[in-house]
């Protein structure tokens, strides 16, 4: 259903395990990006009145993940710690060239933002079936869900704004380079590295 050309290997819910603390705090910190990203949308193409209600929830949404995501960390007797640098989105966000059309950045935005979320998805579904700690696994369970309905709407976007065929290539073109990308991460206690 993501249409990821590489799946993430299974022992990385290994390296999670043992690093419950890094990957809450690197999980609360994607979830404020998420909400941020959502932000700069609205900011960015206020004309787009669909995309700004729907941005709109999501950035509520995504802050209320945080606050779930920090409340485990509460829980559990740790803080929020600091920010950390994420690679994986560094590194994909240089797929697409700079410039072009404002309706091209508004597209290659969106389709980074469904691919971060096709990505989260998954691995939550990884954790939700593997990690040990059932409270924290049913936790991933039920953002997982979540994940995959931000994946489909961004990507809905990109192909309700663009030209279909066009928008469906970039994305092939995308998920086969975040492919190549994902091959040399996987190896930390972070939620996309």
């Given at each position: 259903m993501?249409?990821l050309?590489?799946p993430?290997?299974?022992?990385?819910?290994?390296?999670?395990?043992k690093?419950?603390?890094?990957?809450?705090?690197d999980?609360a910190?994607?979830?404020?990006?998420?909400?941020?990203?959502?932000?700069?949308?609205?900011?960015?193409?206020?004309?787009?009145?669909?995309?700004v209600?729907?941005?709109?929830?999501?950035?509520?949404?995504?802050?209320?993940?945080f606050?779930?995501?920090?409340?485990?960390?509460?829980?559990?007797?740790?803080?929020?710690?600091?920010?950390?640098?994420?690679?994986?989105?560094?590194?994909l966000?240089?797929?697409?060239?700079?410039?072009?059309?404002?309706?091209?950045?508004?597209i290659?935005?969106?389709?980074?933002?469904?691919?971060?979320?096709?990505?989260?998805?998954?691995?939550?579904?990884?954790?939700?079936?593997?990690?040990p700690?059932?409270?924290?696994?049913?936790?991933?369970?039920?953002l997982?869900i979540?994940?995959a309905?931000?994946?489909?709407?961004?990507?809905?976007?990109?192909?309700?704004?663009?030209?279909?065929?066009?928008?469906?290539?970039?994305?092939?073109?995308?998920?086969?380079?975040?492919?190549?990308?994902?091959?040399?991460?996987?190896?930390?206690?972070?939620?996309?590295?």
């Open positions: 993501l249409g050309k590489l993430t290997d299974p022992r990385w819910v290994n390296i999670v395990e690093n419950i603390e890094e990957i809450l705090t999980h910190y994607c979830e404020q990006k998420a909400a941020s990203t959502a932000i700069s949308l609205i900011i960015g193409y206020p004309e787009y009145s669909e995309l209600d729907e941005m709109t929830l999501l950035a509520q949404e995504e802050m209320s993940h606050k779930m995501v920090h409340d485990r960390l509460l829980e559990r007797g740790y803080v929020l710690g600091r920010e950390r640098k994420d690679v994986y989105v560094n590194d966000m240089k797929f697409f060239p700079k410039g072009g059309s404002r309706l091209d950045q508004l290659h935005r969106l389709l980074y933002a469904a691919l971060i979320e096709a990505r989260s998805c998954e691995r939550f579904r990884l954790l939700s079936e593997e990690l700690d059932k409270k924290l696994a049913d936790f991933y369970r039920k997982m979540s994940e309905n931000h994946y489909t709407m961004f990507l809905g976007f990109a192909r309700k704004y663009g030209n279909r065929e066009e928008v469906d290539q970039k994305w092939q073109d995308l998920l086969t380079h975040e492919a190549e990308l994902i091959k040399d991460l996987g190896k930390q206690e972070t939620m996309h590295g």
